[in-house]
């Protein structure tokens, strides 16, 4: 079976920094994608990692390490406005995606 | 740029009545598209997977014959969940694969999301 770990809440203020891990355990592993969902709202897509080491889109970033399982989103200078679920998800070989089961993040002023 | 439009956005009806969920690529060609069902403060399930042109793919557990996917174009599926109960109230959301998709580095693109609600 397909298996993705995360922290179920992580909580910052703004200005700081946070990361959220995502490990997992799937059969045809191709890379692994962050999401980002405000509530009542549809996910809109923040990263995507194919190949090991480190994407930077602005002041979000993703690592990942295929031969640890493990990758995690970075997210820096934290806004009020970055309280939402985040949800990483693995894409399979034949084009299916996996979804974690999300880290509710609460950013404190 | 690729958007993609999910509608209705919100539907409440009563017990026993069919819904039809649209899901249409805006401004690209798609050739796959995901339904997925979420409930609250949890994670996506993905429903069935919609390709042109054939039959979907269903995840075990989805009923095929509650949950019919068309997916007659390019451009367009569509969910529609026949005889509904109160137990399928939930928020279905659409996704959609551009055509010329390399396998893996290239996102899917949501739709806005159905809340469906049964009375």
């Known amino acids: 079976g397909q298996s993705l770990e995360q922290p179920s809440e992580v909580t910052a203020v703004e200005g700081a920094i946070v990361q959220i891990n995502c490990t997992y355990q799937?059969?045809?592993?191709?890379?692994l994608s962050w999401y980002q969902q405000h509530d009542g709202g549809a996910p809109t897509f923040l990263s995507y990692n194919g190949l090991d080491g480190l994407e930077e889109t602005g002041r979000f970033s993703s690592f990942l390490s295929r031969s640890d399982s493990y990758g995690y989103l970075l997210l820096q200078e934290l806004q009020m406005k970055d309280s939402a679920s985040y949800f990483c998800?693995?894409?399979?070989?034949?084009?299916?995606?996996?979804f974690g089961p999300g880290t509710r993040l609460s950013v404190l002023p | 740029g690729a958007v993609v439009s999910q509608h209705p956005s919100r539907v409440i009806c009563k017990s026993g009545t069919s819904v039809k969920i649209e899901c249409r690529s805006l401004d690209f060609q798609a050739t796959t598209m995901f339904w997925y069902r979420q409930f609250p403060k949890k994670s996506l399930m993905l429903m069935a997977t919609s390709n042109e042109g054939s039959k979907a793919t269903y995840e075990q557990g989805v009923e095929k014959d509650k949950f019919l996917i068309n997916h007659a174009s390019l451009t367009l599926s569509t969910l529609t969940v026949t005889s509904a109960h109160p137990e399928d109230s939930s928020f279905y959301i659409c996704?959609?694969?551009?055509?010329?998709?390399?396998?893996?580095?290239?996102?899917?693109?949501f739709g806005d999301g159905t809340r469906l609600s049964i009375l």
């Open positions: 996704s959609a694969l551009p055509i010329e998709r390399t396998v893996g580095n290239q996102p899917q693109h």
């Open positions: 998800a693995v894409s399979l070989y034949g084009q299916n995606f996996v």
């Open positions: 799937t059969s045809g592993f191709y890379g």
